[in-house]
């Protein structure tokens, strides 16, 4: 049997290696678009920020370290077509030659690219005009010899989400001037602005210019440099950077597949099952490419890492005559912010009642260890439950560097994946000693104000 995956991140590789490890006979050709398989993207704004060197210890495995399971990899190499009826997969090599590769089953794993949220200009500048995304090594390395060879004081970085403020924080640590425009009316709009605003402060507080309210109409070069036309608050503005950086979203590369008669969905991703068929004969995908299966909301658009890595998983079982299905997502996610760390999982209380629910949030304060320990520090935390039922729906949490904001957001997690109400999580048995937690963790404490607010107000009245 002969499997084919193309893609050489994280769906992609994570097939490959399920398949590799359930049937070594299996032959496994890996087809990547550029030289570096399994590099780890989301650690781009560490290498820039000086935490993480050189640049080969963001591959999560090396060349070697791949081949080494048996898999066969051809790098440099970009899929141009798939003949569905025929099982074999168009090619085209760096120097332009063509070739054909037949396949028994075969998994697309194209991602998602850059998005240009309709700002004029994006697609017309290049790196050596100043302009850069980070979606690929290819970008890291572009960017690392403009900032080496231009020698930048100023940035500005369009986009104020993960990647955004990471890189943020990465041009900071190289002496940088950073301003960041945002488009809504605060930073990290994944969580609510009640709690954006405290990422708002640490940025300022590091010397990071935070301009919220702030649409992006274009991006120009001149004599100058760059120059950003934007409006404020309705009114426009002309911002000017040696270097600007557009971190503004992504959108679901779907071209091979939707050639090939596969169905857009939600985001216009390829629509893709439990077991991550696309409804093409021997066709599967996994990846930022792909409808997402929220526990919450059903089929949605949500590209997250370690969603790519279990559909990937999923999809390389299946590839091989397994049975595996995709438990699905709750949209789990977490930030560093220089000192400051935010997460999310579920819903927010808009989100919530947009699906249907009878939603109610409230928002907590708790200490993440017992006071009388020294160290103790706050993490503001939002819960939003359904009144209905009481099932919990979503968290928010942020919080300092070191209060384990990032597992505490696990646990609501966890609890959502099992259902479980938010009265259900104060019996949970959680650890406990004065250094580390109190007897009522954090995570229970603000449970219990959102029961206090909602169900036993309601069994007062």
């Not at 074999?88 to 090599?93: G, I, K, M, S, T």
Request: charged share 20%; net charge negative.
């Amino acid at each position: 049997m002969h499997l084919v995956a193309i893609g050489g991140s994280d769906a992609g590789i994570s097939a490959a290696l399920r398949a590799r490890e359930l049937d070594p006979a299996t032959d496994v050709t890996v087809v990547v678009a550029d030289e570096y398989p399994n590099f780890s993207i989301c650690g781009i704004p560490y290498y820039f920020s000086g935490d993480v060197r050189p640049w080969q210890s963001l591959a999560h495995r090396t060349h070697a370290d791949l081949e080494a399971t048996g898999m066969s990899l051809r790098l440099n190499t970009l899929a141009t077509g798939i003949d569905v009826a025929g099982q074999r997969l168009n090619v085209r090599a760096a120097d332009g030659t063509e070739s054909v590769i037949g396949y028994d089953e075969l998994i697309v794993g194209t991602g998602a690219l850059p998005s240009h949220a309709g700002i004029t200009g994006l697609d017309q500048l290049t790196p050596a005009d100043g302009l850069h995304v980070i979606h690929s090594m290819g970008d890291t390395f572009a960017l690392d010899r403009d900032l080496e060879a231009r020698d930048p004081r100023t940035a500005i970085i369009i986009g104020a989400g993960y990647v955004g403020l990471e890189m943020a924080e990465g041009f900071s640590a190289r002496g940088i001037d950073v301003t960041v425009l945002q488009r809504g009316p605060e930073v990290l709009s994944t969580l609510d602005p009640e709690l954006g605003s405290s990422v708002h402060e640490e940025l300022t507080s590091h010397g990071v210019h935070v301009r919220t309210r702030t649409v992006v109409r274009s991006v120009e070069k001149d004599t100058d440099g760059l120059l950003v036309r934007a409006d404020h608050d309705g009114q426009p503005v002309n911002l000017r950077a040696d270097i600007v950086l557009a971190v503004v979203g992504v959108r679901p590369n779907t071209q091979l597949l939707e050639s090939a008669g596969a169905t857009l969905g939600a985001g216009r991703a390829v629509v893709v099952d439990e077991q991550m068929r696309t409804g093409l004969p021997h066709v599967y995908a996994a990846g930022d490419g792909v409808v997402t299966h929220h526990r919450l909301l059903g089929v949605t658009y949500l590209p997250l890492g370690t969603t790519a890595h279990k559909q990937g998983r999923v999809a390389g079982e299946n590839a091989i005559g397994g049975d595996a299905r995709f438990a699905g997502s709750v949209g789990t996610q977490v930030v560093k912010v220089f000192d400051l760390v935010a997460a999310r999982t579920g819903l927010r209380d808009h989100e919530a009642h947009a699906a249907g629910f009878q939603s109610v949030t409230t928002q907590t304060t708790a200490d993440d260890h017992k006071r009388y320990y020294p160290g103790a520090q706050p993490i503001s935390i939002r819960i939003t439950g359904d009144a209905d039922n009481g099932r919990l729906l979503g968290a928010q949490l942020v919080g300092r560097l070191g209060t384990e904001t990032a597992k505490r957001v696990d646990t609501y997690a966890t609890a959502l994946f099992a259902g479980l109400t938010v009265q259900q999580i104060s019996d949970l048995d959680l650890s406990y000693t004065p250094p580390l937690g109190s007897p009522w963790d954090a995570v229970q404490a603000a449970t219990q104000a959102w029961t206090r607010a909602t169900i036993e107000t309601e069994i007062t009245v």
